[in-house]
């Protein structure tokens, strides 16, 4: 096993009803005013926000709130979040909501103290602090309430990218699996579509750390088994915490120790999509591309290939796990085909050209734009 580092300072509370304990964690570090950022504002039709928001009144705490977060969030909101902050002069923000809305909070809480919050995306200014950041996530797939990483779209200009900080990791996220019960079937499938290419991208990346393989492979399995419940019973709570606790610690680090910083390729080419195509989600993307290129690039990489496809779906041949895979996300009837996306076969250069503008992707193997291109034609 290679030498590595791993940290992850994240305060999980988990389990039922614990949405009330929020005002008492965000008091507990002496903050008095919060921004709260949210959605399209299901939050408020759910019980959450009231929760939320009776427990910050009962701890204290001062709020102001804004919403409007797209679910691929794009520049713009983020920046007028960053006024409205200023303005409003709030010491910290808690985000309510999945990914995308925990994503945006991470941009604005860096974007407080800089120029610009896309400069952080391309690498012209530093984040040196940030806005202390929590939330309550109401939808697992992302990873993002235990992670430093967040993703925006900047849509003049077809470009979704991310960017990762030490300051931005949250420092308390409650996730409590009841709320998330009478998900729409969409959302639930996404959660788990998305938290097993988290896992891909690190499992297949070049390195041999056993303990991480091993630990990658149960979390496949444990989402598999959990979408599969839900699929049949969406009240089923031990399948909902299954599948939560399973999408956060997907990207948390801990399935890429020692893994040389894994292969994310195929999150690149899908922000090329949805950055063309923001009403198609995150996950949607990457049920059509991941599959695609495991068969391009599985040739270079039959041991662990073939490693996977028998110890998550007890097939014989890497060609027998790939279509296992495919099987399984038309089963939870998630999208395989660039065509059930509408999209047309003469946008894959276009798109191919945008995953590489940054340069080559992938880890073990290389990938240009004749490979990008390649790819997307097998998901066609």
Known sequence: MDNFKFYNPVKIVFGRDTISRIGELISQFGFKKVLILYGGGSIKGNGVYNAAVSSLSESGIDFVEFGGVQPNPIVNHAREAVKFAKNNDVDAVLAIGGGSVIDEAKAISAGYYLKDVWNIFEGTETIKKALPLFTILTLSATGSEMNSYGVLTNPEEKKKWS?????????????????????PWRQTINGGVDSLSHIFEQYFAPGHAEPTLAIDEALMRTIIKAVNVLQDDELNYTARADLAWSASLALCGLTGVAMNGGEWAVHSIEHAISAYYPEVAHAEGLAVVFPAWMKYVSP?????????????????????????????FTKWKAPTTLRELNIEKSA????????????????SRKIDYNDVVKILEIAY
């Open 163 to 183: 960017f990762g900080s030490a300051f931005s990791y949250p420092l308390v996220s409650i996730i409590d699996p009841g709320v998330q019960m009478k998900l």
């Open 300 to 328: 270079d990489n039959p041991e662990r290939f073939s490693r996977w496809a028998k110890n998550v779906f007890d097939a014989d041949t890497i060609d027998g796990g790939i279509d296992a895979l495919t099987n399984l």
């Open 348 to 363: 894959i250069p276009t798109l191919a050209k945008n995953a590489v503008l940054k340069g080559t992707l992938g880890n």
